[in-house]
């Protein structure tokens, strides 16, 4: 008996603390989707009825086709080029250069600077006028014009990893630490010179690290918003577009909007259970690293 | 063809602030087992990574086969090695992890095949090719390291505590099985333990280390019979000690006083009456004899303080005359109990001059 009200006064009481968080989750998340669901189906403007159409406007145009393609372009590209630059620079890093310390501490200023500040900054150094052409047209004789780098795809794309890429490089970074030294001293004695020992030992290592991170990075970038928004220029990825749905037409196409939310989000599920497929089955092979 | 297969020559290397190799030099012949064998710390693992040039000594140079490798990278070195904690690589089976030596030395997949099978059956393992390491047993996983060691051929086999992370009963297996091969390949090898059973059943020689230094360098009999210091002695098997004064010399033998006792002891090279030695008995050298027995050369009076069944031996703590403990391990078919009074006899005892230390 006192068994039986022990068990459930436990109940009582986990219920209870989990309480606010159910709240919370009905209230700030479950019924914000539900009406984003039901308003992506609803004729613009109305309360009644039901239509495909908005999918179907975006879907169909090739202008929505474009802002699929170019916010994957973007996330792919910006993807990539983080795993590029981080994989090197956490090699380099892990050797104790001089400053070592400081450079690690570098790599995660752009976490802390809220986006909206990074990007003006950027926009500054990269403009026609800013410091990098400053650069430029005084060091590279016959230079015709400056490079321009702000409104293109692969500005965006440069902004897009001094962003995003920590995500990549903190996780490659300690993908690193944690890799048994004494296991690449055993390549090297068996033969191995140092590339062969990055390319056969460590690079497969630290893969499932790398992958882990990179899709945080993908998954910032594929969601960005506030740069896209004041650097993009005329490139608006899935995010921006939706934002214009609703802040430019008088009055805010709200359904409209709700459908290419809609589409992102499918699109983001979608990509993020593949790539855990990807993850893990390069992770299988690694093992637990140790 | 010269008979050093590894030569140590006054190498040096230097942490901050602490000295791991001091002077180091050591002469390893072709296809002898020598075991480096000292406490944790004495710069064991430090020496053995200046031979594989994980490490470069600040000074001296390491010479092998007759070739200055000092300067020589790691990989070109062409040796074999056996780490503490397995190091396979884990991503790798285990016919990827012994055919990566190979592998990297462009071997053709035919002749890698056959060579990895040997080096498989070697280390009677040729049922696991398939297996990740992370499905193999301790001892398992060490035998695919001695197979990924030998699989090359290398001129010499390294081995840096290899069997302490396996249990007792296994190591002792995992001993006589690298034994025989090593015997079997005619490899030269250096074993780093810092278990003396160990270092006294593998060896042709043991080089003992302390603080960075070679103690004493000489095969297991040499070693155990006769050390040539208290840390020597201390650190294999066990011993009793006894400091006293030099008494008289005659001839071979020489007669100290130690503790109000008389003991009789071959003598020392230039030694005088008045000259501080410091004596040392095993604790297996000693006889137990009853009370009875007359008295006679290095024969004492002893009361049995404490006793301890061993199983095949009985380990004895004795009161010897003025206050002095000794220990002493004898047969346990006769058993003398606890308070007790006996004679000891010391058929034989060994010194050293005492400012020696
Ligand atoms: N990378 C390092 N930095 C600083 N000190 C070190 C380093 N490696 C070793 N030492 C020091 O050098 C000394 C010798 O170390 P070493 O690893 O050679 O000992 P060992 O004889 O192998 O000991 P064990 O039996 O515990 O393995 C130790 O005092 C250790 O603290
Ligand atoms: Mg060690």
Known sequence: MTGFWRRHSIHGITGLL???AILCFFGLFFYPMLLTIVLSFRPEGQAVGWTLENYTRFLASPDGRWVILLTFILAVGST?????????LALTLREKIRGHRFYRLMVIVPLVV?????????????GTRGWFNLFLTQFVPFLPSPLRVNYTIHGLILFYVWLYFPYT??????????LDQSIEEAGAVVGANRWQVLRYIVLPLITPGILAGSV??????FGAFSVPLIAGGDYRPLAVEIYKEI???IPARWSAASAIAIVMGILQVAFLAMYMRIVRRAGGNAGAVR | MSDAMIEFREVTKRYAGLVANDRLSLTIRRGELMTLLGPSGCGKTTALRCLTGTIRPDAGRILLDGRDVTEVATHQRELGMVFQNFALFPHMTVRDNVGFPLMIRNLRKEARATRVQEALRLVRLEGY??????QLSGGQQQRVGLARALVYRPKVLLLDEPLSNLDAKLREEMRFEIKEVVTRLGITAMYVTHDQAEALALSDRVAIMNRGRLQQLGTPEEIYETPNSRFVA???????FLEGRVASVRGATMTVTASGLSIHTPSLPEVAPGHKVLLFVRPNEIEILPAATPADTNVFPARVEKTTYLGDTMDYRLMLGEGVELRVQADARHRYGAGESVRLRWPRVRSWRANEE
Request: aromatic share 8%.
């Open chain 1, 18 to 20: 989990l309480l606010p």
């Open chain 1, 80 to 88: 990539a080029l983080s795993v590029l630059l981080s994989v090197p």
């Open chain 1, 114 to 126: 809220p986006g909206l500040i990074g990007a003006l900054g950027l926009l500054l150094f990269w």
């Open chain 1, 169 to 178: 490089c903190v996780t490659t970074m300690s993908a690193l630490e944690s």
């Open chain 1, 216 to 221: 945080l990075t993908f998954m910032a970038a």
């Open chain 1, 247 to 249: 802040s430019i037409p």
């Open chain 2, 129 to 134: 090719a398939e297996h990740y390491p992370r």
């Open chain 2, 234 to 240: 201390e650190f294999i098997g066990l011993s009793n």
